[in-house]
């Protein structure tokens, strides 16, 4: 009797399938599939990894959680492989899945940093996004429980924690005295002395406190590696998704953070092909990859989600929309490269994986010497670029 447990999407998702698996351990024959619903394409693999899970287990259970179970819930249930859905706002509940009270989490023997979720749901109302009507509004786990799990983490031998949630810089406004996020990140920093590595998932750069901004600049145990939830470029883009930055503030803050930390490396969200997204507005959002220097990119050909405010806005053509986001990719290719050339030579600590890769401190791959124990932490200093790899 075996517990397999899918997880698509969001680094969110990754920790909530850890949690999910301390507490179904004991569950007997049963998949488990973390859906994500962010985009269009995100629901088609949600549907791929169910029937794929179904021919490779034809005899479990197949229950599917996650935003997609809330967002296209009648279109998966009536799925044949389906066996139930568990609403995404239970799938950390024991009594969702008639299952004893979850035991203790445990670091995972899949990854070599731990997860933790510190946040879930989102307040705000971009027009693009079905996230909210997913994960519900804002919601933080309070500053001695995300303590208590990273101590947890840490005992079983983690030397990297990846705090997350779906709008990160949220957390704390539904807390007593609405404390920001710079005030939790101390509290780890101060409560787990051990813990090597700080890693901060997206964030929203609006939303970064003075605390919170000296700590990423400042503070060596806090990864230098800023990843942005930027989404576009231009001005009048940005405001027709209802963001609440402008371009400039974007540059601004990352000017800010390059004088006090010139190594920092930075990512960010981009959305390409936003409805009424012109040839001028597709160009600024190329620029912006330039401008801020911009070496993790995740780009998103955008596509209506149901409900929401864009979905009724003038459409870009779908062969546009593919062609601007190969576009934004290459041009996150060409600064990643740059980048990568100019950290040969340099000095690296290396957190070794399982797949014979490793990551820096500012997220830089790479490759390590054959049979690099998975989890430690190696003093690198590459000599050359080989396929987006240092070595």
């Known amino acids: 009797m075996t517990l397999h447990v899918v997880s698509l999407g969001c680094r969110l998702n990754l920790s909530e399938s850890e949690a999910m698996r301390a507490m179904l351990g004991d569950a007997g024959d049963l998949v488990v599939i973390n859906s994500c619903a962010v985009t269009s394409e995100a629901v088609r693999q949600t549907r791929q990894a169910i029937r794929r899970a179904r021919r490779a287990h034809p005899d479990a259970r197949l229950i599917v959680t996650g935003c997609a179970a809330e967002i296209e819930r009648e279109a998966i249930a009536a799925m044949p492989e389906v066996d139930g859905l568990v609403a995404n706002t239970a799938k950390l509940d024991p009594r969702a899945w008639n299952v004893p009270a979850a035991r203790p989490i445990t670091s995972s023997t899949a990854y070599t940093r731990a997860y933790v979720a510190v946040q879930n749901g989102c307040d705000h109302a971009c027009t693009f996004c079905v996230i909210p009507q997913g994960r519900g509004t804002s919601r933080s786990l309070p500053v001695d429980a995300v303590c208590r799990e990273i101590e947890g983490h840490l005992a079983m031998g983690v030397r990297e924690v990846v705090v997350t949630g779906v709008d990160l810089t949220s957390w704390g406004h539904d807390l007593p005295g609405s404390p920001g996020l710079g005030v939790l990140v101390?509290?780890?920093?101060?409560?787990?002395?051990?813990?090597?590595?700080?890693?901060?998932?997206?964030?929203?750069?609006?939303?970064?406190?003075?605390?919170?901004?000296?700590?990423?600049?400042?503070?060596?145990?806090?990864?230098p590696h800023v990843h942005l939830s930027l989404q576009h470029g231009h001005d009048l883009i940005l405001k027709r998704m209802k963001r609440r930055h402008s371009r400039a503030d974007a540059v601004a803050l990352v000017e800010r953070l390059r004088a006090r930390r010139p190594e920092i490396a930075i990512g960010a969200d981009l959305i390409a092909g936003f409805p009424t997204e012109g040839e001028a507005e597709h160009d600024a959002n190329r620029a912006i990859i330039a401008e801020l220097g911009v070496v993790?990119?995740?780009?998103?050909?955008?596509?209506?989600?149901?409900?929401?405010?864009?979905?009724?806005?003038?459409?870009?053509?779908?062969?546009?929309?593919?062609?601007?986001?190969?576009?934004?990719?290459?041009?996150?290719?060409?600064?990643?490269?740059?980048?990568?050339?100019?950290?040969?030579?340099?000095?690296?600590?290396?957190?070794?994986?399982?797949?014979?890769?490793?990551?820096?401190?500012?997220?830089?791959r790479v490759q390590l010497a054959p049979g690099t124990e998975p989890g430690t932490i190696v003093n690198i200093v590459p000599d050359r670029v080989i396929e987006g790899l240092l070595a």
């Not at 979905?311 to 990719?329: G, H």
């Not at 030579?345 to 500012?362: F, M, S, Y």
């Open 296 to 364: 993790h990119g995740h780009v998103f050909p955008y596509s209506p989600r149901p409900g929401t405010p864009a979905a009724r806005m003038p459409q870009v053509e779908p062969a546009a929309i593919k062609a601007r986001a190969a576009d934004l990719r290459a041009d996150v290719t060409r600064t990643r490269a740059a980048w990568l050339a100019s950290l040969v030579g340099v000095p690296l600590k290396v957190l070794a994986e399982r797949d014979g890769t490793g990551h820096a401190e500012d997220f830089a």
């Open 186 to 223: 101390e509290a780890i920093l101060l409560a787990a002395p051990a813990l090597e590595r700080l890693r901060l998932s997206s964030l929203d750069g609006i939303e970064i406190d003075e605390r919170l901004f000296d700590l990423i600049a400042g503070e060596a145990r806090v990864m």
